[in-house]
């Protein structure tokens, strides 16, 4: 089955950097802070480059030396409340959330930002993290089997008056939210193996994945969109990289392999055997991270893969590449924010609008 490439305009995202260390596992020096003014900044950047997404992490504890961490939902409101038109999506973990408070939470939240709220659903990959704050650890599938009904409740709630349901992990009887969000908040669902795949084919609005080769992420949705079809389900795709632009090919190879060589190797090691760990624990005996090398595992959401590093022609040429492989949006890690994000929005964003333009003509004109 071949993949179409959508008609509109690929979006950006950027990952909120609220957690200590930034979005790479490496000592290299790094402007990029996690606190709240530098964040605020961050956003108003980002949103004056043409970034529409913002997205916020959820850890409780340092997996990986991620000493620090603000509490996604809360952190994403401030970056909603400093900005006008950016779309801030809040990762929410069940577990420590149910959905009435998820759904609360995010319905007073929208009510504030006039509906600039969304979520990112994790399933979670860190059993340390969830031992230490006394979470039971449920086998792969489980933890899906449980953020599917987080999700079918949080859209009831939003949906329906006198909501019932009766799922394994959660009920609902006769409940009414009042006020609901004037606008549904989009559900995004982060995760990379089979069970995240068909759980984002029947009820997630996007589907977001770690980063990849164009040809893995091709293989992916279409897997993801003939299950979605099946279930006559409409989801788009959300990938992430980690973006090194700079003027020519060689500078930007040269910070990729310096952000290498400041690894933190221990901390490196003990990431890789816990998501490997978490891979082996689903039926397929093998999760996203199982072939990552100790290089991927530098960018812990594999964003060196996508290979998004180079000059900004390249960058702008490889993300119409992804296009083509059904991806709706780039979500993207930067070393140093603030400048980095400024350039990727005059340098990068222009060429790849020059690039769709160029396309949907010869399209027309086929
Ligand atoms: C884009 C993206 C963002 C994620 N954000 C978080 C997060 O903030 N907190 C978290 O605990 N897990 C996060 N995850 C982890 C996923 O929810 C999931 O637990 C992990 O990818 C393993 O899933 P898998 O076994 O389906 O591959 C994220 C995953 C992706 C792809």
Known sequence: MSIRASSEPIRFAYWVPNVSGGLVISKIPQRTSWDAAYNRKLAQIAEDAGFDYALTQIRFTAGYGAEYQHESVAFSH???????????????????WNPTLAAKQIATISELTEGRIAINLVSGWFSGEFR????????????????EEFLRSLRGIWTQDNFTFRGDFYRYSDYTLKPKPGKLPEIFQGGSSRAAR???ARVSDWYFTNGNTPE????????????????????????????IARETEEEARAVLQE???????DAVKAFGHEVKNAGKASPEGEGNWAKSTFEDLVQYNDGFKTNLIGTPDQIAERIVVLKEAGVDLALLAFLHFQEEVKYFGEEVIPRVRALEAAREKRAEAA
């Open 78 to 96: 401030a970056l909603a409340a400093a900005t006008t038109r950016l779309t801030v999506i809040a990762a929410i973990l069940p577990g420590p």
């Open 132 to 147: 230490a704050i006394g979470e039971p650890w449920l086998d792969h599938d489980e933890r899906y089997r449980r953020s």
């Open 216 to 243: 893995g992420i091709r293989a992916q949705v279409e897997d993801l969109q003939a299950k979605a079809r099946a279930n006559g389900h409409s989801v788009k795709v959300g990938v992430n990289a980690f973006v």
């Open 259 to 265: 952000i290498i060589d400041h690894a933190d190797p």
């Open 198 to 200: 068909d759980m984002a």
